[in-house]
């Protein structure tokens, strides 16, 4: 009977990652390609001394530390321990998100689809399906992890080991494989795949938001933080395999509960329960866009709670970031209380500015979503009755892109509001929270902008559309880690993230800001033109 | 002579390299049922699509109530209701809602006919959509359609996950439009249904409609099926003209059955005449003879093609 459980599971999960080659092909290069091409660099931009402990000063400062994660390699510095602490919590960021995308979609998206349906009406076990996704999972990332290894191996930083090397990697696949099973306890508990991949990504943001606060205050309390477990590796220093011993225990812990979830429910449903609806639609639901706002309702407020939390988040370390004094006595003595202050506000002018293109990405997120759900609504067959209605075309586009742009502009504002009111709170002399909305208004048009990209893919190039989600990861990558890459100028001004100033350090460039707006009115248009003159796409 | 409600000449429908649809040209008068049938993979759908303003037509002319289908589709879907064959619905709102809101955004509202519709389709209307079976998402796009008051109807194979009961209340409803002189396309695969209702028949095959009229013009282009029993020998009939498959009764003696050309019908009848008949059976070719018979003669041009 045993057996009958688990049967074709080896034959499906080679299934699996034969259809999914390509989108694993995809994730790997991206990810060995990153870890090798920047331990490609290391020797090069942190050759010198000099170069070493300006950049250590740097990743010391509790700015750094809450973005990074703490710096905990002992003088003489090298490049591979610099490297260790810029790479390990951004790279934890990516493989996670790597295994939720592989997790969701193996499991509740394939259910959603009605194949799992298909699938366990042959001579398949119950669990087999989700067996092979966990073992999938597994694979992926051990191959990023050898791979990472080799690749990192093959670079040979001064400082390196062949330990941390291959730590880094293994920490990195089981980091990956316990954020795979932390996103197929969700496919069980949500009754749908959008509602695993948020409650997935709300897992991991509490988490690393939990590990940044943790980093900034008190590092031993880190170990609790699930996510803090990446930095306690300490590659290429003590090299620690303990972490690595508890995120697989951990993984196997959620798989029990995963399976017995999975064993306890029906195909479709979910643990959460599903409460009756209105018998009659309210009077606000009459029309495409009140559709469209009411389809959005519940994930538009999640990224909206999320956002500010994460802003809070940050600003509630605006007191610790900022206080020089503590970090530097001396320097306090020799400038004067006053001229301290005047410093301390350009660190945390400077934080914000950072922090600020994290808002403005995370928020394109939930605008970009919206506007690519014009096309996917359409596949799922949703749209089709509408068409027949009185509805034009334009009306259902204005629709998904006022939506997209409310979800956008509220996440960016409330970003930045929440990162503005704890962090003037947090502040012996707190800056404006006026001066701090900088950052909204000078943001704002980048993410206008991005929105306007992706319309024209949905508009022109509805099969390519994915391919819009290259804005922001390269925006991140080249703003977030540009700077310690030493990326020149011109590459990080390939994303629209790159076109705006160091707001709110700097004043609000307000050329900038309309023929930026502007263009992302001429995008948004183009969009419209080629949804409007296109056959819609069919199911 | 009626108005003419939708008029598609020579229509036309690339995919690329793929041509799905060919030449379609056919139409629906005020106050007529116009049955459209075809195997799977005909061009259905594709042409109601088009019809729609979902897809654009690469070549010929559609127009519903003399207006283009493509550059006038807001106003033309005003006035039409739409069911298609594969229902999808917003899974976190219930079918209440969804009707309601179907009804709101062609400047409808719910009436007691909209309940009475809920009741007689027997939809739980406050379970949320992703609850729902085929059929039951089927209802909801029906119940919606029927209490819009409209001037043309377009169905596509809308009773696919109906049970028989549902798919009787759905006949009658199309049967009570019918009477009010509302205009209908009913694409379908079960015959008896467009049997029932329709006025005239369009069939389609390969992109193309081969033929169209009402049921009883296809008749004549079709053959009846004889069984008779007389009291002399029938043997030589297998070689009269227009009658075909003649198959003689093993067990009864001068009893054969076989089938007769529609034109052909009065020279039999006066051949078999003096064989002093005993008994006489005549059965008219149903649309499902109709059917199989186009399919196999289209079949078997393009094995001769070979």
């Known amino acids: 009977m045993r057996n009958s459980q688990v049967s074709q599971s080896g034959y499906l999960t080679r299934f699996y990652l034969r259809r999914d080659w390509l989108p694993i092909g995809l994730w790997l290069l991206g990810i060995v390609g990153l870890m090798g091409a920047a331990a490609g660099k290391f020797d090069g931009i942190y050759g010198t001394q000099s170069a070493l402990a300006s950049i250590v000063t740097t990743l010391k400062s509790p700015a750094m530390v809450s973005l990074f994660g703490p710096f905990i390699a002992k003088a003489p510095y090298t490049p591979a321990a610099v490297y260790a602490a810029e790479m390990m919590v951004f790279m934890g960021l990516i493989v996670a998100m790597m295994a939720i995308y592989f997790a969701v979609r193996n499991t509740r998206t394939e259910e959603d689809n009605g194949i799992l349906e298909l699938v366990r009406a042959h001579a398949v076990g119950k669990q087999s399906p989700l067996i092979a996704a966990t073992l999938e999972l597994l694979i992926i990332n051990l191959m990023v992890g050898v791979l990472s290894a080799l690749a990192l191996q093959g670079a040979g930083m001064t400082g390196s080991n062949t330990t941390g090397d291959w730590l880094f990697g293994l920490g990195l696949a089981a980091f990956g494989f316990m954020f795979g099973t932390f996103s197929l306890l969700m496919s069980q508990l949500a009754s749908n795949s959008r509602g695993a991949t948020s409650l997935s990504y709300l897992v991991l943001g509490a988490l690393y938001i939990a590990r940044m606060l943790t980093d900034v205050q008190n590092t031993d309390a880190t170990w609790w933080t699930v996510y803090g477990w990446i930095e306690k590796l300490a590659i290429y220093g003590k090299n620690n395999w303990l972490p690595i011993v508890l995120m697989l225990l951990l993984a196997i812990a959620v798989l029990g509960v995963t399976f017995f979830a999975s064993a306890k429910r029906d195909v479709t449903a979910g643990l959460l329960p599903s409460r009756p609806g209105r018998q009659r639609a309210s009077r606000l639901l009459a029309g495409p866009f009140s559709l469209v706002f009411r389809l959005e309702r519940t994930s538009l407020i999640i990224w909206m709670i999320g956002l500010f939390v994460l802003g809070v988040s940050y600003g509630s370390i605006f007191g610790t970031v900022g206080d020089l004094m503590k970090a530097n006595p001396v320097m306090a003595k020799v400038l004067g209380t006053a001229a301290v202050n005047v410093a301390n506000r350009t660190v945390i002018l400077n934080f914000a500015a950072t922090l600020a293109i994290i808002f403005a990405v995370v928020g394109s997120i939930p605008a970009m979503i919206t506007v690519l759900k014009l096309n996917s609504d359409e596949r799922k067959g949703w749209l089709e009755q509408l068409h027949a209605k009185h509805v034009s075309r334009a009306r259902l586009y204005s629709s998904y892109v006022v939506v997209a742009l409310i979800n956008g502009i509220m996440a960016l504002f409330l970003g930045v509001l929440g990162m503005a009111v704890a962090g003037t709170a947090s502040m012996t002399h707190p800056l404006t929270i006026t001066r701090i909305l900088r950052a909204f208004v000078g943001y704002l048009p980048a993410l206008l902008v991005v929105l306007g990209i992706t319309a024209v893919l949905v508009g022109l190039l509805p099969r390519l559309q994915a391919l819009s989600w290259v804005v922001p990861i390269y925006g991140v990558f080249s703003l977030y880690l540009g700077g310690l890459f030493d990326l020149p100028k011109w590459a990080k001004q390939l994303t629209p993230y790159g076109w705006v100033n160091r707001v709110p350090l700097s004043r609000i460039q307000w050329g900038t800001f309309w023929w930026m707006t502007g263009l992302a009115v001429i995008l948004l248009l183009i969009g419209y033109y080629g949804y409007a003159h296109r056959d819609l796409l069919e199911n | ?306």
Not at chain 2, 64 to 77: E, L, N
Not at chain 2, 276 to 286: A, C, N
Request: glycine residues 8%; contains cysteine; neutral net charge.
């Open chain 2, 1 to 306: 002579m009626a108005n003419t409600v939708l008029e598609i000449k020579h229509l036309q429908k690339k995919f690329g390299k793929f041509q799905a649809l060919k030449d379609i040209t056919f139409d629906v008068k005020e106050g007529e049922v116009f049955g459209f049938i075809g195997p799977n993979g005909a061009g259905k759908s594709t042409t109601i699509r088009v019809l729609l303003g979902i897809l654009r037509g690469t070549g010929g002319k559609a127009t519903i109530f003399g207006q283009d289908v493509w550059r006038d589709s807001v106003k033309i879907h005003a006035r039409l209701a739409y069911v298609p064959g594969d229902v999808y619905l917003w899974p976190n709102l219930s079918g209440g809602e969804i009707i309601d809101l179907f009804l709101k955004l062609n400047q409808q509202k719910h009436t007691a006919k909209t309940d009475a519709l809920i009741k007689q389709f027997e939809l739980d209307p406050t379970k949320k959509a992703r609850t729902y079976s085929k059929g039951n998402r089927q209802k909801v796009a029906l119940i919606a359609a029927f209490s819009t008051d409209a001037d043309f109807y377009i169905f596509d194979e809308p009773t696919s996950g109906l049970d028989p009961l549902m798919e009787e209340i759905f006949q009658q409803n199309v049967l009570a439009l019918k009477k009010q002189g509302k205009s209908i396309l009913l694409s379908s695969h079960i015959l008896s249904e467009v049997e029932r209702m329709c006025d005239r028949i369009g069939i389609i095959r390969d992109g193309r409609i081969i033929e169209t009229g009402t049921l009883d013009d296809m008749r004549h282009l079709t053959r009846t099926v004889i069984t008779v029993k007389t009291q002399e020998n029938l043997a030589d009939f297998a070689q009269l003209p227009g009658v075909h498959n003649f198959k003689i009764d093993e067990r009864t003696t001068n009893k054969a059955s076989f089938a007769v050309d529609s034109e052909s019908i009065g020279a039999i009848m006066v051949a078999l005449a003096p064989r002093q008949i005993v008994s006489l059976q005549s059965t008219p070719p149903t649309l499902e003879d109709l059917f199989l018979r186009y399919y196999n003669r289209d079949q078997e041009v393009s094995d001769h093609a070979k």
